[in-house]
């Protein structure tokens, strides 16, 4: 069963901690959000029609109504960090209303910082001491 481990709300929206082991349709909201495998299996993530693997080197970025979805490996959980953003977040930090909406692309590729940077995010979730 797919769980919510830790979640944390600050001014950018909130930061969510899942066990994910079940699919999630396809689907849309107004928020951005940003997904990152923090452990278990490889996942697979599809947004705007483009398919990647969500592991330890990618990650998924959606842009606010961007449709997605999200296949676990079968049989398997992943654990998902998924930082979703505000939408006058978006609007307050771009320098246009033109791209207040996108975050660019969906497909990100982790770098050894970025990854000991989510490794501390996701202690300081899990301890509560956000």
């Given amino acids: 069963m797919s769980t919510a481990l830790a979640v944390s709300h600050g001014y950018f929206g909130r930061a969510a901690l899942y066990d994910l082991d079940r699919p999630i349709t396809t689907h849309a909201h ?4 940003l997904i990152f495998a923090i452990g278990g299996d490889t996942a697979s993530v599809t947004v705007a029609g483009q398919t990647f693997e969500c592991n330890d080197t ?23 960090l ?17 791209f207040a909406l996108s975050i660019g692309r969906a497909r990100l590729t ?4 970025v990854q ?10 899990m301890s509560d001491s956000l």
């Fill in 116 to 125: 000991h940077m989510l490794n501390k995010l996701v202690r300081l979730i």
């Fill in 30 to 33: 107004r928020e951005g959000h």
């Fill in 110 to 113: 982790l770098t050894d910082s």
């Fill in 82 to 98: 998924v930082l979703y953003i505000r939408p006058m977040w978006f609007l307050e930090n771009t320098g246009s209303s033109d």
């Fill in 58 to 80: 990618n990650a998924a970025a959606v842009s606010p109504w961007a449709q997605h979805s999200f296949d676990p490996p079968t049989d398997k959980s992943t654990h998902c």
